[in-house]
């Protein structure tokens, strides 16, 4: 009980309510995103049919569906696609829920998988959004049938939330529902500016001030470890608050963060690099090729960037989060930082 008392005096003396860095999903906390957001909404204006927002996990897909729902009625949302096409009927349901009470009583449900389209056009009268979460994870089969639906069913949006890794499932698997996604939105990492405002905001709403007892020198710190990640720099920034709060001291000590350096996560399976984005992919295919590369010279090898000022901006991105999970390392020479592949990474591409 000792603990926990002196836990909660330091957390009153910082003028903290309870801890800032839970994963807690809190739609005001929201950081960042917001071209991505933009974008979105539009297309949801101009009632697209299908939409994909693809993005690391920890990037923040979660927490924007929370907030956009908390912003507009008209989604219905779904955690998980349905596992089989059988389940794809009870999505049926959520569509009911937003009927009058005495309509909800009387409706007759579809029996039949391919009844659905027309149901779903006798009952949606207004534009709706379906937005479904871990898209990654569904069978070709209830994709297949998300398809159909969208072709088929009228006032209806659906967007499809997932890792990366879907973009490759589609292409292998179900290029014609590919090529009916009409917009694809990536959320990749937060800036350092954006990474300090999600610090901010979150300690503010619990009654801090500002980043204390976060320093500058540790917003850098948590910035260039977790490669900017929303969810990655929540988990530090608890451990780092409640290592300060265990010492009782005011301010975190960045000197005791160097000494006790978070382990990093050493790469092990193989199916872990199978799950990376297209653009990591790509960045540990260049250094394989021309190792040690620095990240001025990896931005001569992409072209999907509008100016070499992005095109830095998005490797040095993807570079910190590759560290942080073990892919590759770094070393200084002279004024600049040069790659590599960990061992770990460049033994499992050989037995791939």
């Not at 619990?206 to 990655?232: A, L, M, Q, S």
């Amino acid at each position: 009980m000792g603990e926990i008392e002196n836990y909660r005096n330091w957390l009153e003396k910082q003028g903290l309510s309870k801890n800032p860095f839970t994963l807690e999903i809190n739609p005001s906390l929201l950081v960042g995103y917001e071209k991505q957001i933009t974008n979105l909404l539009k297309n949801i204006e101009q009632k697209q049919k299908l939409i994909l927002i693809s993005g690391a996990t920890g990037s923040g897909k979660t927490s924007l569906i929370t907030y956009l729902i908390s912003k507009n009625n008209k989604f219905i949302f779904l955690s998980k696609p349905p596992r089989q096409t059988s389940q794809l009927i009870n999505i049926s349901d959520k569509f009911i829920k937003e009927l009058p009470l005495f309509s909800r009583i009387f409706i007759k449900k579809p029996k039949k998988i391919e009844d659905v389209p027309q149901f779903l056009n006798n009952i949606i009268k207004e534009p709706k959004v379906l937005y479904i979460d871990e898209i990654h994870e569904a069978s070709i089969e209830v994709l297949e049938w998300f398809r159909i639906i969208s072709d088929q069913v009228q006032n209806l949006s659906i967007i499809f939330s997932g890792l990366p890794i879907f973009d490759e499932i589609l292409t292998k698997n179900l290029e014609t529902l590919k090529k009916r996604i009409i917009e694809k939105i990536e959320l990749n990492a937060l800036t350092k500016e954006e990474t300090e405002q999600l610090i901010r905001k979150r300690i503010e709403f619990v009654g801090g001030k500002g980043i204390n007892p976060f320093t500058p020198e540790t917003i850098d710190y948590i910035y260039n470890r977790t490669g900017g990640f929303p969810r990655d720099i929540i988990i530090l920034c608890n451990k780092l608050l409640n290592t300060t709060a265990e010492n009782n001291t005011e301010y975190i000590d960045i000197n005791l963060i160097k000494e006790k350096p978070d382990k990093i996560e050493k790469v092990n399976d193989f199916g872990k690099l199978t799950n990376l984005s297209v653009k990591q992919k790509k960045i540990i295919e260049l250094i394989l090729e021309h190792e040690p590369i620095a990240p001025n010279k990896l931005i001569e090898f992409t072209t999907e960037y509008p100016s070499e000022k992005h095109a830095l901006r998005a490797v040095n991105n993807l570079l910190k989060r590759l560290i942080f999970e073990g892919y590759v390392e770094r070393k200084k020479t002279g004024k600049t930082y040069i790659y590599n592949l960990t061992p770990s990474t460049r033994t499992l591409l050989i037995k791939s």
